[in-house]
């Protein structure tokens, strides 16, 4: 192996004295970084290749850092010379975004989800205060705080990546002199605790049953109020009003045990933030949709939308030109939320099948009747049936998975697929469609298609909590997810 995975394979070898079994890249949704799971026997891992050696070191130092606070962080088990390279404890594969999937769809958040969610956020205090007690914290952090410049760097962030790409109108200076005045109002807040700055459910492993901590290494010193407005004003998650008040009311309650709370003006000041907070999404959004061209931010903005429109009346006699601007904004067409299931609709009734096939065999059939949705040649990619030790084996297989991930073409190709997967299911879904076929097709349906197949089944199931029944038609295996 070469290249990343070289680099990965090495370190494993050095902290274990034995070589990898198997290498798997994992996706990451927003991030730079590029994950793999690597695993020999009993044991693994998480393999980590960040970009910049001062993100990767702040983010072990971290970890360390809140391990020795009893906070449940994963473990880091090696790091490179050059600190662009680690190998960090494996939590599983469930998020806290995957475990609520079902409330996210719906709308409807049962107690279970209720439950986990108020016992994340109950924790969240003693990453704040305990995680920055002691030396090894501004050590980590190089410096790092909340401060009027970072303010006016994501406000502008939001100006120029979000308002100016949407093609909204606004009069700057009126816009630069109200965002001098919020960056007043946030700074008087600001009580120098860690700040992780992207509490989200994301950033949430479940593993037995507790929630674990992941992708801290951006905090800085700052205000306890930024990490609620992240996590309880998540835009994806849409969280009704009374799961809002519930989640706040849990963290006030937790912070108590650090500090005397006045619950009313805990919640006027959050406002503030939720505010603030929204805008630098919105940056975000416009960004990485904007200029990226990936479609999951581009769908996200109308619920970042309804939640700024929901503070506006937090700064409207403050910033009353920012409040007005921002009413006619949340007011387009273009962004108001996607369709939703009426009360009493099930959203899951939307039953998914994916099939694996061979050309030589012909394109499954689709007895629904309703024309075979979409079909996808996996024939471009390069094909592990080439090579002897794989003549036996399948897509199903972990060798064959890190075949074809370490060679990175089928990744690509599957961003795209998920994609287009994706934008489909959520159209069905608020239409209230009963059935969605996919298809992948390879020479012989033994690799190529079948890791496909099982890949988006996987991906939809994690994404949306639906009714998954997958086929691999040539390797007689059906089976439900």
């Known amino acids: 192996m070469s290249g990343i995975t070289g680099e990965l394979e090495s370190l494993f070898r050095s902290y274990t004295g034995n070589a990898p079994g198997y290498i798997s890249r994992l996706t990451s949704a927003g991030s730079n970084r590029t994950y793999y799971r690597l695993g020999a026997g009993d044991f693994s891992c998480i393999g980590v290749a960040g970009t910049v050696a001062e993100e990767n070191e702040a983010f072990c130092r971290l970890a360390a850092h809140f391990a020795s606070k009893g906070i449940n962080v994963p473990e880091v088990y090696a790091v490179s010379r050059d600190k662009m390279y680690y190998l960090q404890e494996d939590l599983g594969t469930e998020s806290l975004f995957d475990r609520i999937s079902g409330g996210r769809i719906c709308g409807n958040y049962s107690s279970a989800d209720r439950d986990i969610l108020k016992r994340t956020i109950s924790y969240l205090p003693d990453i704040q205060i305990l995680g920055a007690e002691g030396p090894d914290f501004p050590a980590a952090l190089h410096g790092l705080s909340f401060s009027r410049r ?26 630069e002199d109200e965002f001098e005045v919020l960056a007043g109002l946030l700074m008087a807040h600001d009580d120098n605790v ?115 429109r929901s503070v506006l009346p937090a700064v409207s006699g403050r910033c009353p030109y920012m409040a007005c601007l921002f009413e006619e904004l949340s007011e387009l067409p273009r962004f108001g939320k996607p369709e939703t299931v009426l009360p009493g609709e099930n959203r899951t009734q939307l039953k998914i099948r994916v099939f694996s096939f061979s050309y030589r065999k012909g394109i499954p059939e689709d007895v629904s009747g309703n024309g075979g949705g979409y079909v996808f040649d996996c024939r471009a990619i390069h094909n592990p049936g080439k090579y002897p030790e794989f003549k036996d084996r399948t897509g199903m297989d972990q060798d064959v998975r890190a075949f074809l991930e370490g060679r990175g073409e089928v990744l690509t190709f599957l961003d795209s697929v998920f994609s287009l997967a994706d934008a489909h299911v959520e159209k069905y879904l608020a239409r209230g469609f009963t059935d969605l076929m996919f298809s992948f097709g390879c020479t012989g349906g033994q690799h190529r298609s079948v890791y496909c197949a099982e890949a988006l089944a996987c991906h939809l199931k994690s994404e949306y909590g639906l009714a998954v029944h997958l086929v691999h038609r040539e390797q007689g295996v059906e089976k439900d997810l």
């Not at 970072?150 to 816009?175: P, Q, V, W």
């Not at 950033?203 to 609620?228: L, T």
């Open 150 to 175: 970072s303010i006016m760097f994501d406000l502008n962030y939001f100006k120029y990546c979000f308002l100016k790409t949407a093609g909204i109108e606004f009069h700057e200076d009126r816009l």
């Open 194 to 308: 860690f700040m992780y700055r992207d509490f989200q459910s994301r950033n949430v492993m479940i593993k037995d049953g507790q929630p674990y901590f992941i992708d801290f290494q951006g905090g800085r010193r700052g205000p306890v109020y930024y990490d609620v407005a992240s996590f309880v004003w998540q835009a994806r998650s849409d969280f009704p009003a009374d799961l809002k008040d519930e989640l706040v009311d849990a963290y006030v309650a937790a912070l108590g045990k650090y500090r005397k709370v006045d619950g009313r003006s805990f919640r006027e000041t959050l406002q503030l933030f939720v505010f603030f907070r929204t805008l630098q999404v919105l940056g975000a959004y416009g960004f990485r949709g904007c200029y990226e061209k990936k479609r999951h931010f581009i769908e996200s903005i109308p619920f970042a939308v309804a939640n700024l």
